[in-house]
């Protein structure tokens, strides 16, 4: 046919139109539309349009970080005569970050001025807290915390004094209006994120080295708080676990032998009180197996021995 090499080669031409004319969705794209969903793309212009000092979002971007992790986020207060200061995160689960505000006032007790009392402000809601505590250290702190990934919170609380961890009076910002949750007797070290909130003092160690590893080790734990029951929970999870010292700790010889209360003690004041009752020190990354919880942790080193360890200074503060 004398005719068919232009037909050719207009069929080449249209194929060759084809192929450049229709744009291909690239990759990239691809996942740009899957990221901005619409409830991504909500949540990100009400952070852009909250947070409008550059140095807010950082503070943001740093909350999330410990939630994450199942960790508190702390401020921890200075000696200046008034604090004043804000915290903004979504608190309730609406997408829209809200503006929590605090100011501290100063009291005195018998030896200096304390942080006595402090007022909250958020979403219109106002509460006053006063210090309480037998220490009479003051407010120390404010912070953040989810005790339940599953509801719709994100908690604020107080922690009053830090001898033996003090107390951490939790609050929730409901319907807009501030509402007290729980006190809670050694501070909030960390929580499991599905209710249980674990304390200082609740643990195998005095406190865990959360700061080295950025994270909580709930297999240490002998007691936790339980937001549903409004109550402490002994667990024996521990007991027939190989265990690897992440510290030196002492271990007595009788249960009697244990510190189990009393004001702080430096190095020299526990030294002097374990002389001749210690059957071993176990020094770090040595291993041993807890053998039973009774007012104390009976356990049995790598080398045999049987000893006691716990109580309130188990660990050199």
């Not at 046919?1 to 291909?24: D, E, R």
Request: proline residues 2%.
């Amino acid at each position: 046919m004398k005719n068919s090499p232009y037909i050719l080669l207009i069929f080449f031409a249209i194929v060759l139109l084809i192929a450049t004319g229709c744009p291909k969705q690239t990759p990239t794209q691809v996942v740009q539309k899957n990221e901005d969903s619409a409830e991504n793309i909500q949540l990100k212009t009400s952070i852009k349009n909250n947070l409008e000092a550059e140095d807010e979002k950082p503070m943001y971007d740093t909350i999330k970080k410990y939630i994450d992790n199942n960790l508190p986020y702390k401020i921890n207060f200075s000696e200046s005569n008034l604090e004043k200061g804000q915290i903004k995160y979504d608190f309730n689960n609406d997408k829209k970050i809200e503006t929590l505000e605090y100011s501290l006032i100063k009291g005195k007790n018998y030896y200096k001025n304390i942080n006595a009392k402090i007022i909250f402000s958020i979403a219109g809601s106002s509460l006053e807290q006063n210090y309480f505590d037998e220490y009479e250290e003051g407010i120390v702190s404010v912070g953040v915390v989810d005790i339940n990934k599953q509801d719709n919170y994100v908690e604020f609380f107080t922690d009053n004094g830090f001898l033996r961890g003090g107390v951490s009076v939790v609050y929730r910002l409901i319907d807009n209006d501030i509402q007290e949750i729980a006190r809670v007797d050694g501070g909030i070290l960390a929580t499991s994120g599905n209710g249980k909130i674990y304390y200082w003092g609740g643990n195998l160690y005095e406190e865990q080295e959360i700061s080295t590893s950025g994270k909580f080790n709930s297999d240490l734990v002998l007691s936790y708080y339980d937001m549903d029951k409004k109550e402490y929970v002994n667990t024996t999870q521990i007991i027939g676990k190989t265990i690897i010292s992440d510290r030196e700790i002492r271990v007595y010889r009788r249960k009697e032998d244990l510190v189990t209360d009393g004001p702080p003690m430096t190095e020299e004041e526990i030294n002097q009180n374990a002389e001749g009752k210690l059957v071993k020190i176990i020094e770090k990354n040595m291993n041993f197996k807890v053998l039973s919880i009774e007012n104390g942790i009976k356990i049995r080193t790598e080398d045999g021995k049987v000893g006691w360890i716990g109580g309130f200074h188990m660990v050199s503060d």
